[in-house]
């Protein structure tokens, strides 16, 4: 019988300037380390902030870290670097963000599940947590369907078999197979690699057995660039496969054109209907979560909601129409 003890996992953790988290989740993951064979990979992408300093000194105190210089700066380059490097003879590969926090017992969980469901993937549904007035805000935007559009990997469900999710644990054979992520994507590169995984017959699990908490972007600028470069990858995604966007994606698209053809109020006024129904929606919908769940940060969550909407459909069609203008000449 297949134990988590009888397997090996190779954990991974793509990092980017971040000195203030990565030593205290490299000691959150090491009670793991012994009862699943595992070792973690630090893959660093050329941080600035003493990060790669304290890497390096946790590999050197610690035979069962590994310290891995990433190049190419982004995560799917990191992930993928690390299977190359070190996955030969590891059953499993999971991916850790640096900027999250996670249960004890996160990736015992995340294997024992992978074995018992026979699941290819194994993903999971993630809390948005903040700490400052607009980080808070945007943690109850991203929680909520205004903010996610009723993702099940924001809002959590019961296990299930599903088409794409927050990653966390994939078979190295399977991820191998299909070529790893596809290091062209800066953004989305998890949705492009579930929907080759699943072209190629692997199956997807969400698990309810455990999850982890997410803290979202703490400014402005930063989290629009986040969505934007979201948005930008979901359109990747449907040049490179054909792979229309669902429901959730389709309503956000429309978000950037509304907003943009509102300048065209000075020609006709009734040009800025779509953009207030927009407004007004999203507003609305702030006011209710203030007073039907009683939370103060609803109305602000609501602006950040906005963000979201705009800067992903904003990078959407950048991407887009981008495409076409290369595609013409």
Known sequence: MTTARSTSSLIVIPCLNEA????ALVDKLRPSLEPLNARIVIADGGSTDGTREIADDLATDDPRVLFLDNPQRIQSAAI????????SGFDFLIRIDAHATYPD??????????IAIEADSVVVAMETVGHSTFQKATAVAQNSKLGNGGSKHRTGAAGHWVEH???ALM??????AIGGYDESFSHNEDAEFDYRLRQAGYRIW??????????PRTRIGPLFRQYFGYGRGRARNFLKHRAMPGMRQMVPMAVAPVAFGAFLAIINW?????FGVWAAACLGYGVWIAIGQRNPYGPLAAV???????AWSTGFWRELLSFRHRAAR
Request: aromatic share 10%; with cysteine; hydrophobic share 50%.
């Open 20 to 23: 203030m988290h990565i030593e």
């Open 80 to 87: 993928n670097l690390a299977v190359a490097e070190f996955g």
């Open 105 to 114: 017992d996160y990736c015992v969980r995340l294997v024992e599940e992978a």
């Open 165 to 167: 999710g927050h990653h």
């Open 171 to 176: 078979r190295i054979d399977a991820f191998r």
């Open 206 to 215: 969400m698990t309810d057995k455990t999850s982890m908490v997410y803290y």
């Open 270 to 274: 009734a040009a800025i209907i779509p």
């Open 304 to 310: 950040s909601a906005m963000i979201m909407h705009l």
